[in-house]
C-alpha cells in the first residue's frame, strides 16, 4: 500500500488545523479577560457540544433511547451527575428490555 504526496499533505494540512484551532483557542481564551455574559456563554460551550454530539445519536435509535435521555435529564436537573449516569444508563437498558 502507498501513500502519494498530496494524501499525505492533505491529512498533515488538516491535522495541522485542527491543532492550531485548538491551541491559539485556549491561547486567545487566556488573554480575555470576560465578565458576566461572557463568561456565562464560553461556560456553557462544553456542555453545548455535549448535546450536538448525543441528541442526534438519542434521537435516531429508537423510543427506549428517547425515553432514557428524558429520564437522564429529569435527574441530572435535581441529582448529581453521578445519579443522572447511572439513572440513564439502567432506564436504558430496562427501556430497551421492557420495549422489545
Do not use: C, N
Not at 488573554?31 to 456553557?44: D, H, I, N, P, V
Not at 428524558?70 to 421492557?98: H, K
Amino acid at each position: 500500500m502507498t501513500l502519494d504526496w498530496l494524501t499525505f499533505a492533505a491529512i498533515a494540512g488538516m491535522a495541522a488545523a485542527t491543532y492550531l484551532t485548538r491551541v491559539l483557542g485556549f491561547w486567545m481564551v487566556a488573554r480575555l479577560a470576560l465578565k458576566g455574559r461572557g463568561a456565562a456563554a464560553l461556560e456553557a460551550v462544553p456542555g453545548s457540544v455535549l448535546i450536538a454530539v448525543i441528541a442526534p445519536t438519542v434521537l435516531l435509535q429508537g423510543p427506549a433511547e428517547v425515553l432514557a435521555a428524558v429520564i437522564t435529564l429529569g435527574l441530572a436537573w435535581r441529582m448529581p451527575i453521578l445519579v443522572a449516569v447511572i439513572g440513564g444508563v439502567a432506564s436504558v437498558v430496562a427501556l430497551r428490555w421492557l420495549l422489545a
